[in-house]
């Protein structure tokens, strides 16, 4: 079953600056993108080719922490900054495990709501829904999640790919306090963050052309992402980049470690 989100006219969409949900969409291969999007896309393809691949290993990661979660019995996920479908999203990901799971996504770029309510179908058993909202709206999201998901059992927040639009000033770590603070004990948090640690000149770049955009973007240190944690149990194999998260046999390394800290941890 599927819902619709609260406002059936979505705003207008701006083509008028590059959207990170788009350019996201570029890296992969999509053509969901504007020129807009493909030009600055490519500047910070200049800087760091493979970002492509980067995306990629992080939808990975997200599926495989997904998985899991719903192997370990959770059965409800509420997605913030989804982007654009891309098959397996993550509704066919945990119902293939758990057929009767509940998935709420969360963006706020209109040409993303146009695609939920093509693509996001549940099974049968299950239920997915889609609130157009900015993860700088926390009561907003908790709200409409609300009307889906079950808050007094167990919800896998994941914010993947995310946070690194969010700079200081957006007060990042009180944003996911805040969420994680409506949802009962036994819920888990999945977060993957770009990191500037091992080249930093590069992504000094690449935070330069997002911002000119107008994305508030900002790369952060394993300590900066280990505090999104505080508070919570990690699930092994701990903080790592991405590709080190429970890789799979025949799983082929980068040469050049992925600029990627991802985790998973479980609210006490």
């Known amino acids: 079953m599927n819902e619709a989100e609260q406002n059936s006219t979505p705003p207008p969409i701006d083509t008028s600056r590059p959207h990170p949900a788009r350019m996201y969409d570029y890296y992969l291969g999509g053509k969901d993108n504007y020129p807009v999007d493909s030009e600055a896309a490519d500047r910070v393809m200049s800087l760091f080719p493979e970002i492509g691949t980067g995306a990629r290993i992080n939808r990975t990661f997200m599926n495989r922490a997904c998985r899991l979660l719903a192997e370990r019995g959770i059965r409800q996920f509420l997605d913030i900054g989804t982007g654009i479908p891309t ?9 293939e495990v758990a057929p009767a ?5 969360v963006d706020n770029d209109p040409i993303v709501l146009r695609h939920a309510e093509a693509l996001l179908r549940s099974t049968p058993k299950g ?5 157009q909202a900015d993860a700088r709206e926390p009561e907003k999201i908790i709200e409409g999640a609300g009307e889906i998901l079950d808050l007094d059992q167990p919800v ?3 914010m993947v790919a995310l946070l690194h639009f969010l700079s200081d000033e957006h007060r990042p770590y009180d ?13 888990h948090l999945v977060l993957s963050h770009v990191t500037g640690d091992f080249d930093p000149e590069t992504w000094e770049k690449i935070v330069g052309i997002y911002r000119e955009s107008g994305v508030p973007a900002q790369v952060r240190s394993r300590a900066e992402f280990t505090r999104f944690f505080e508070g919570l ?3 092994e ?3 790592q980049v991405a590709t ?3 890789p799979e046999p025949g799983d082929r390394k980068p040469h050049s470690p992925v600029p990627l800290y991802v985790g998973v941890a479980r609210k006490p």
């Open 233 to 235: 149990e990690l699930v």
């Open 237 to 239: 194999p701990g903080i």
């Open 244 to 246: 080190d998260w429970h």
């Open 87 to 95: 098959a397996p999203n993550l509704h066919q990901v945990v119902q």
């Open 127 to 131: 239920r997915t829904g889609y609130i």
């Open 175 to 187: 944003l996911v306090e805040s969420l994680l603070d409506s949802l009962p004990s036994g819920s």
């Open 156 to 158: 896998a927040l994941s």
């Open 101 to 105: 799971a509940r998935v709420v996504y």
